[in-house]
């Protein structure tokens, strides 16, 4: 089966997505956490396609995924046939049928949603198990824990009649091992899945695979870190990467200093520079934010193995590269540079445009041409 975009040369950048380095990610996780890991796939698995991306670690054994929105779990069900897909974002009023025609396991946080799944279920509706959600510290989405409390002392009523499979909770700060809210967390949610008993549960995040002494229960929901993101910031990336991203050379030009470059002239040539401007801009994804100009450092990318800074600002689709450094030769019409890759981690591009690797992943563009390897 390929994923692929046809015609490369109709598409001024290439994304490559290493499902082989998605499915070692997984497996890494789950060997961590010893005990079942699922996969968030939301956010069109990350970015890297739902489709490919959840074909790819239900053939590896991943048996659970949750999503974001209804949409999402139709699509993955298409591919994942037999799997468990949760979604995330609770029960939208009156979306009860979907769930049964689609066989999506619903995240029920509120007592409202609680009852509206529990009379749905009561007209004889065919349904998978839902899973309840207990807010521990996000004040997002989910039950109180008290609320969750005194739902599980009952021998009947709304839990029951919902038929819950899976009790969970998200943790607010697991990427930083030092913040006492982790702790906290734990405790709560340690009684809350005691309450449940027999029921299985699930708390582990990405980072929170990482954190010493949280307990892993029979599942986990790793997210960012299946796609090579760094569930632990400040430390070597356990994760192999899974996104990388090149795009094309078309001109080059060489500015006296001086010379002012890009929309507003936000960029002034302090010298002599040779620069290079390539088919990618933020209408591919690529925050403007990354845009480098006088009194502000943006982004960058890899030319013949070197860093070049971007200069000016980054427009719609296109953007433009200090290449003087770059090696001759290496800056031409015509050839590769790279955008992520390399030492331009998901982190190093995030930081390089003011915003976090979960958004530079999240808002990869559909005009890049899809190259899929390791499936």
């Known amino acids: 089966m390929s994923f692929d975009t046809p015609d490369p040369p109709a598409y001024g950048a290439t994304l490559t997505i290493d499902l082989a380095a998605l499915v070692s990610n997984w497996r890494l996780l789950g060997r961590r956490a010893g005990t079942e890991a699922g996969a968030v796939v939301k956010a069109d698995a990350y970015g890297i396609g739902i489709e490919p991306a959840v074909t790819a670690l239900a053939r590896a054994g991943c048996r659970n995924f949750f999503v974001a929105h209804l949409s999402e779990g139709v699509r993955a069900r298409k591919v994942a046939p037999e799997a468990t897909v949760y979604i995330l974002n609770g029960l ?19 007592h409202e949603e609680l009852l509206e799944w529990a009379s749905f279920r009561q007209t004889g509706a065919k349904v998978r198990p839902a899973a309840l959600h207990v807010d521990t510290a996000m004040n997002r989405l989910g039950l109180w824990p008290g609320e969750g409390l005194n739902l599980a002392r009952e021998k009947s009523g709304a839990i029951a009649a ?5 009790v969970m909770s998200h943790f607010a700060s697991s990427e ?7 702790a906290r967390q734990i405790a709560a949610f340690a009684e809350i899945a005691a309450a449940f008993p027999g029921l299985p549960a699930s708390l582990k995040n990405s980072s929170g695979h990482f954190l010493k002494d949280c307990p892993s229960y029979q599942l986990t929901r790793p997210g960012y870190a299946l796609y090579g993101g760094n569930p632990t910031p400040g430390k070597p990336n356990p994760m192999q990467p899974v996104v990388g991203l090149e795009a094309t050379i078309i001109q080059t030009r060489v500015v006296e200093a001086g010379t002012q470059v890009g929309y507003n002239g936000r960029w002034t040539a302090g010298s002599r520079r040779k620069l290079a401007t390539i088919c990618l801009g933020y209408a591919d994804g690529y925050p ?13 990318a ?60 999240t808002s990869l563009g559909r005009r890049y041409r899809r190259r899929y390897v390791g499936l």
């Open 176 to 182: 930083d091992e030092a913040d006492p809210a982790n």
């Open 92 to 110: 939208l009023p009156g979306s009860c049928g979907l769930y049964a025609e689609h066989a999506l396991s619903p995240v029920l946080g509120s």
């Open 302 to 361: 890899l030319v013949g193995g070197v860093t070049c800074p971007f200069v000016g600002s980054v427009s719609m689709d296109l953007i433009i590269i200090d290449v003087t450094e770059a090696p001759e030769g290496s800056a031409v019409r015509g050839a590769p540079v790279t955008l992520i890759g390399g030492p331009l981690d998901l982190e190093a591009v995030g930081a390089g445009a003011r915003t976090i690797g979960y958004e530079i992943l």
């Open 288 to 300: 403007r934010n990354a845009s480098w100009t006088d009194t502000a450092t943006g982004g960058s």
């Open 162 to 166: 919902a038929d819950i499979g899976l």
